[in-house]
């Protein structure tokens, strides 16, 4: 398991919790940095379309964070949303129901039985996360009561915000601001995402935390190239970038492909149950690289064709 994993994996709850938590707020905005030179774009993030007699689906993948003066929303784009009825995001992105997400994080995620973070860790470790939190401007205690998948979750992200990455201009969000009344559904629920890694042994939440520590320094590195190749409209050279460290096939198959295959069932029941059009904008990684939803969509049958 590597760091840029949950990047790859597109897991958008998650994610989104721990860049939008209080903890993570709190801690960004002790530094600030010059971000990386990036395409101003719009350049063409990639968009799909299936349909059949009488629907439509346009599948568009979405980066979180994002910096906030990124141009990327273009005529297409509005275009596609615009003629949707329904807007279709991995979880639901109201109010109501962030709010319902960062409660469930913050019970799930927290330790209530008196452990600490640092008391599963050896001294190497222990070594090298206190040096991180420093680096960070953050005390050694600042994460003691989460569990190492939260505290693994928040770390990936804290040093984008601190750079300015911003969740607020992530791309999901742009998409529910402007999709105005029009009607929002769901692919999962936030029970869901979180008991992804919840669920993960001790052991494994520990290696997972201690990966993000030790990928800090490059994370920002990774994901202005992510970025890059998104605005530019390279699924296959994004999907290089995102997935190069995801070697762990468990992991791959219970954050990406296990995921991609229940959400092109989904399109499928969609395309045979109710007609309409269609706006679905899920993490990037999940329609890049070998079985993507695209693949599996064409396991069924289903032929998805690229309008931008």
Not at 154 to 174: E, R
Not at 231 to 256: F, H, Q, R, S, W
């Amino acid at each position: 398991m590597k760091l840029s994993s949950p990047f790859a994996a597109g897991v958008a709850g998650l994610a989104l919790f721990a860049s939008s938590s209080a903890l993570a707020q709190d801690q960004a905005e002790t530094t600030t940095a010059v971000l990386t030179e990036l395409p101003v774009g719009p350049e063409g993030p990639a968009m799909w379309k299936v349909s059949d007699e009488d629907t439509t689906i346009y599948l568009f993948g979405t980066v979180h964070v994002l910096p906030k003066d990124l141009e990327w929303y273009d005529a297409e784009i509005d275009a596609a949303l615009s003629a949707s009825d329904t807007v279709v995001t991995e979880i639901k992105m109201d109010p109501a129901s962030e709010a319902a997400m960062t409660q469930l994080a913050q019970s799930r995620g927290v330790f209530t039985d008196g452990t600490t973070l640092r008391s599963l860790l050896d001294e190497d470790q222990t070594a090298t996360y206190e040096t991180a939190l420093a680096g960070l401007g953050a005390p050694p205690q600042a994460f003691d009561p989460l569990k190492p998948w939260l505290a693994g979750l928040t770390l990936s992200i804290l040093p984008l915000m601190q750079q300015g990455y911003d969740p607020n201009a992530g791309v999901d969000k742009v998409i529910i601001s402007r999709a105005g009344e029009r009607t929002q559904d769901a692919l999962e629920t936030a029970e869901f995402q979180i008991g992804i890694f919840d669920g993960l042994p001790q052991e494994a939440q520990v290696a997972f935390m201690m990966e993000a520590v030790e990928g800090m320094p490059k994370v920002k590195e990774t994901i202005d190239s992510m970025v890059a190749e998104w605005v530019e409209g390279d699924p296959d050279g994004l999907a290089a970038v995102m997935n190069a460290d995801l070697t762990d096939e468990a992991l791959a198959e219970a954050l990406l492909y296990s995921r991609n295959a229940t959400w092109a069932e989904w399109i499928e029941n969609r395309l045979d149950s109710t007609p309409g059009t269609v706006f679905i904008a899920v993490g990037a990684g999940h329609l890049a690289g070998e079985k993507s939803v695209q693949d599996y969509l064409e396991e069924r049958d289903i032929v998805s064709e690229r309008v931008q």
